[in-house]
């Protein structure tokens, strides 16, 4: 009986091991090979002798002509995913107040849309999405990739809200409306406040949607000093120079802000669409 | 609902549509009508014929069968197994696993690609360093469509397991321990538990997940446009990027949505399964 525990425990543990090597050496590899400096990169040595900051130091500075307008790729890739938050908060708050709170004639075809909205791939909707833009006369604009975001991410943060909003208590929704105060006024002063980490959850969401985004950015971005940060690092893949250690650099800064985010509200992010499902 | 005694049912409707406004006026102008748009340059018959007289365009069918079969299935049981394993959290590697885990979920797509075009790269990327060290010969992982295949898979794999993993945990966590008590106490193998017990439980959120992973990674466009770039030669193409070479490098936009339109009758038949399971949100 001991015995055969021993060995589950070391059989468990290995396993595990095995799982963590295989999950964190691309990370690990792309840290390592930004501390690099250029005559070490092409060695073959596992972990890392002479540790240096060159790479990023080049980085920050701009010192390399495809990281010429790094800090203003950054600020754009900030600019937005903060436009995105803004746009599917405002766009979700109201919609989640409404589908958590209310009942009403053609909310179930709303859900309908959310649902579709949610589901269908973003890949599918691109290219119709960027003609349509230049429609709109909003091409090489950062406000067409906000909009993107907007539209496609509202959903999902609609039902977080949702969910939010309908297991509020009904007591003090009632103890205001028996002070004559209106639906909107209940709503501001009593449901928002109250809802703060639900809108950290889906401001959260739709900042790493945005920041990741590649493609919406690749068709309606083409100005250089407009690109936002995973096109800059897209061109590194099709360059020919094996700046890799300055190419890893800008990958490791990149990824700093998602898992921040992703480590704070992980248990926000599982959630939403699969809410139902995992309770059943 | 919520005190419809103070509001005739009428002002709630009128109230409802209001504060839903802003979603149906962005669903409409930036969902709705590209979505229509595209229905009306994919309605020219002669692009249809066009891309099936394209073998690249064929290959891409045929590697988005592929693409999606073997990558979602593989990730679907891995993470079943991964969850599972999560939940001996008392014993330290699955601890530390159990933070690790989530990280190639948490990188931007990009920098994880990044990371592996590095590692694949045939004249000094560490997987090719490493081989030879055994006095294996440089493999161009890139150069050779089985290969360029396999590493995008692995690439999906790699990027997603995590999500779908701790979908699968939060569903165990939620199966009462009484019921493997139970089991323990009528000297239930493992195996029976997971036979009896989870997977029955776990069956439905199992389907749900994998449906909702079709149609994602139906529409996963980063990891060959990335990974591959379609090459070699055009050939790792999935129906998601061939739809950009069309539009973007051919300059066809008809054409390159027509190409992915083509899976459009099979998105309907994943999306009508997940709302026959799930429902709509609205109802709940």
Request: hydrophobic share 55%; net charge positive; aromatic share 18%.
């Amino acid at each position: 009986m001991n015995k055969s525990k021993i060995a589950f425990a070391i059989i468990i543990n290995l396993i595990a091991i095995i799982l963590i090597l295989y999950t964190i050496i691309p990370i690990y590899w792309m840290i390592i090979s930004s501390l690099k400096s250029w005559e070490d990169l092409f060695k073959r040595e596992y972990f890392i002798s002479r540790p240096t900051l060159d790479a990023y130091i080049n980085v920050v500075t701009q010192n390399y002509f495809r990281v010429h307008y790094f800090w203003t790729q950054l600020g754009n890739s900030v600019i937005v995913s903060v436009g995105s938050v803004l746009m599917v908060l405002s766009v979700s708050i109201f919609g989640g107040y409404a589908m958590g709170r209310m009942n009403f004639r053609g909310k179930k075809s709303i859900g309908f849309l959310t649902l579709l909205t949610y589901l269908l791939p973003s890949t599918f909707l691109a290219i119709p999405y960027y003609k349509t833009i230049s429609f709109y006369g909003l091409y090489n604009t950062h406000l067409a990739i906000i909009f993107a975001m907007g539209a496609l991410y509202s959903p999902y943060a609609i039902w977080i809200l949702s969910d939010f909003f309908r297991n509020v208590p009904r007591e003090i929704e009632e103890a205001a409306l028996v002070d004559g105060a209106g639906r909107f006024k209940i709503f501001y002063t009593i449901f928002l406040p109250l809802a703060g980490p639900s809108l950290a959850a889906v401001a959260t969401f739709a900042f790493l949607m945005a920041w990741n985004d590649y493609l919406y950015a690749l068709l309606l971005l083409s100005s250089e000093k407009l690109l936002t940060m995973p096109l800059v690092m897209g061109g590194f893949l099709v360059s020919d120079e094996p700046l890799w250690n300055m190419f890893m650099a800008v990958g490791v800064i990149y990824s700093i802000p998602p898992i921040i985010f992703y480590y704070s509200f992980k248990k926000y992010l599982v959630t939403g669409i699969f809410r139902g499902a995992v309770k059943a | 609902m919520v005190s419809m005694s103070s509001y005739s049912k009428r002002t709630a409707s009128v109230v409802g549509i209001a504060f839903s406004l802003p979603f149906i006026f962005v669903f409409t102008i930036f969902i709705l009508y590209p979505l229509l748009y595209g229905f009306y340059l994919a309605g020219n018959l002669s692009n249809y014929y066009e891309l099936a007289n394209d073998p690249l365009y064929i290959r891409a069918i045929f590697n988005t069968f592929l693409y999606v079969g073997v990558g979602v299935n593989l990730k679907m049981v891995f993470a079943f197994f991964f969850s599972g394993l999560l939940m001996y959290r008392k014993y330290p590697a699955v601890k530390v696993l159990s933070v690790a885990y989530l990280l190639p979920w948490a990188i931007p797509d990009i920098a994880g690609i990044l990371s592996f075009r590095w590692m694949l790269n045939s004249d000094w990327g560490v997987i090719n360093l490493f081989l030879s060290e055994f006095g294996l010969p440089k493999i161009m992982w890139l150069n050779n469509y089985y290969t360029s295949m396999a590493a995008a898979i692995f690439f999906h794999i790699w990027k997603w397991t995590p999500l779908w993993t701790m979908t699968f945990y939060a569903g165990r966590l939620v199966i009462p321990p009484e019921l493997y008590e139970a089991a323990k106490i009528d000297g239930a193998s493992t195996i029976n538990e997971l036979r009896h017990i989870t997977m029955p439980l776990m069956k439905r959120l199992y389907i749900l997940c994998t449906l909702l992973s079709t149609i994602w990674t139906l529409g996963d466009f980063n990891t060959i446009w990335l990974l591959t770039g379609g090459d070699p030669g055009g050939t790792t193409h999935l129906a998601s990027t061939i739809a950009y070479k069309y539009a973007l490098y051919v300059g066809n936009v008809a054409l390159g949505v027509s190409s992915y339109i083509v899976l459009m009758p099979i998105l309907l038949v994943l999306i009508f399964m997940i709302i026959k399971i799930m429902g709509v949100p609205g109802e709940r």
